[in-house]
């Protein structure tokens, strides 16, 4: 398998930026790790093993990504404006900076011209942050896996809110959003999966209040529900992307 490391200076950032990318040629796949996880945790919690087969054979190019969450969503000290801000630059780091060079090395290892859509997938954590750029951009995230995702954003945020909060909360936005908004038929033409387990630590509840909103609205959006024995823990991680991977790669 190649496997390439850079380090990239970001400008929303202010600051370097490292990441991994695996893979030869295929869809452009952007991994985000769990809470205030790195790069390397792609390979350290042997989900690479998971996707090898995918990778090797050429059909998807995994690009790992560092995370911000320490200085946002965890830090429950600081500043809610500032933490929140804070993210946003890392959401316009990742669209604005990353996705053009995912994009142009996809092109250059496929021999493909324009602008491929990219698919996005995380666990805990990084299931948020993946269902919030698959909802928010979906002219570039045009497939996503999500697992054991929590989409309520008082558990980090308590009782704050401002419009940068708002427009990262999608429990928030999607209760607002009308049937008639031209994003419901980019979500029917796209592809996403919200996977939970109801056994410990998941919160089921959190993916039950998006999939009612996404039945108001018409948009197809997978929401599966597994077992009472199914915890927040990556083996069954493992287990879903075996199982969904296939279908988001179009391989059955």
């Known amino acids: 398998m190649e496997i390439q490391y850079f380090k990239h200076y970001s400008n929303a950032l202010g600051r370097d930026m490292e990441c991994k990318v695996y893979g030869h040629k295929g869809k452009p796949v952007l991994f985000i790790?769990?809470?205030?996880g790195r790069y390397v945790d792609f390979e350290n919690f042997k989900m690479i093993d998971e996707w090898a087969k995918w990778i090797e054979e050429g059909h998807a190019m995994v690009f790992s990504i560092d995370t911000v969450d320490k200085e946002t969503w965890s830090d429950q000290y600081g500043l809610p404006s500032s933490r929140i801000n804070r993210h946003e630059r890392w959401v316009?780091?990742?669209?604005?900076e990353f996705v053009p060079f995912m994009r142009n090395m996809a092109n250059e290892r496929n021999g493909w011209s324009g602008y491929p859509g990219i698919m996005v997938f995380g666990a805990s954590m990084g299931a948020n942050h993946s269902v919030n750029l698959f909802l928010r951009f979906p002219e570039i995230f045009d497939r996503m896996l999500a697992m054991s995702g929590i989409y309520n954003n008082s558990m980090f945020f308590g009782d704050y809110m401002d419009e940068v909060l708002y427009m990262n909360s999608p429990a928030l936005y999607l209760q607002n959003m009308q049937p008639s908004h031209p994003y419901v038929e980019r979500y029917n033409n796209n592809k996403g999966i919200i996977c939970t387990g109801q056994g410990a630590w998941e919160e089921p509840d959190?993916?039950?209040?998006?999939?009612?909103?996404?039945k108001r609205l018409g948009a197809d959006i997978w929401c599966d529900y597994w077992g009472y024995d199914v915890n927040h823990d990556w083996p069954w991680w493992y287990k879903q992307v075996q199982y969904f991977v296939p279908k988001?790669?179009?391989?059955?």
């Open 92 to 96: 316009h780091y990742i669209v604005d």
């Open 248 to 252: 988001l790669l179009g391989l059955e």
């Open 33 to 36: 790790p769990c809470q205030d």
């Open 206 to 214: 959190t993916l039950r209040w998006l999939d009612t909103n996404f």
